[in-house]
T-cell receptor, first 116, second 112 residues
Framework: DVKVTQSSRYLVKRTGEKVFLECVQDMDHENMFWYRQDPGLGLRLIYFSYDVKMKEKGDIPEGYSVSREKKERFSLILESASTNQTSMYLC???????????????FGDGTRLSIL | GENVEQHPSTLSVQEGDSAVIKCTYSDSASNYFPWYKQELGKRPQLIIDIRSNVGEKKDQRIAVTLNKTAKHFSLHITETQPEDSAVYFCAASRGGNEKLTFGTGTRLTIIP
């Protein structure tokens, strides 16, 4: 069974801090994703990566950056945390399907981040 | 880019009745449409998906239909049970390494 592990379930930080959210998957998936989930807004994609050292902006990348130095690990970085970044953050991974077909995304349990 | 609209935002159904959740998408090139279920405090999990070469797919009490011409797809849950209570998300993608675009979610409550 696919396991996507996020380093923290709950995190409290202060405005202006640099915040790191870590995600590790154990199934050798090529693709990894970071979403934020807010009530009434669904899941919005922040960044994704389809290979080591590769990254692509999602729909709401402002104020965030990412790092993928190893295939199994994808980090989300809040360069200078602000209160409007208080949210639930979800990491996901998926295989690159044969012939370029989509494969299911597998999610972690999420990190509830509060910025004070 | 792709835009996915999902309705209704909340849905209450008597246990044993059917529930239907509808989504529309804007990008005619989208060809992959998954549905995720998220129980309270848990991770989203894929429950069913459909690709554009199929009009309908069933898995026990769950079915998804796709109308490519109208650019909409629907989730149907029959004989609903209390454990079906959750938030359901639809999504759409062009395929390959193209990103998923999610709908805003439907909170389904099954009334015993």
């Amino acid at each position: 069974d696919v396991k996507v592990t996020q380093s923290s379930r709950y995190l409290v930080k202060r405005t202006g801090e640099k915040v790191f959210l870590e995600c590790v998957q154990d199934m050798d998936h090529e693709n990894m994703f970071w979403y934020r989930q807010d009530p009434g807004l669904g899941l919005r994609l922040i960044y994704f990566s389809y290979d080591v050292k590769m990254k692509e902006k999602g729909d709401i990348p402002e104020g965030y950056s990412v790092s993928r130095e190893k295939k199994e690990r994808f980090s989300l970085i809040l360069e200078s945390a602000s209160t409007n970044q208080t949210s639930m953050y979800l990491c996901a991974s998926s295989l690159l399907g044969a012939g370029g077909s989509n494969q299911p995304q597998h999610f972690g349990d999420g990190t509830r981040l509060s910025i004070l | 880019g792709e835009n996915v609209e999902q309705h209704p935002s909340t849905l209450s159904v008597q246990e044993g009745d059917s529930a239907v959740i509808k989504c529309t998408y804007s990008d005619s090139a989208s060809n992959y449409f998954p549905w995720y279920k998220q129980e309270l405090g848990k991770r989203p999990q894929l429950i069913i998906d459909i690709r554009s070469n199929v009009g309908e797919k069933k898995d026990q009490r769950i079915a998804v239909t796709l109308n490519k011409t109208a650019k909409h797809f629907s989730l149907h849950i029959t004989e609903t049970q209390p454990e079906d209570s959750a938030v359901y998300f639809c999504a759409a993608s062009r395929g390959g390494n193209e990103k998923l675009t999610f709908g805003t979610g439907t909170r389904l409550t099954i009334i015993p």
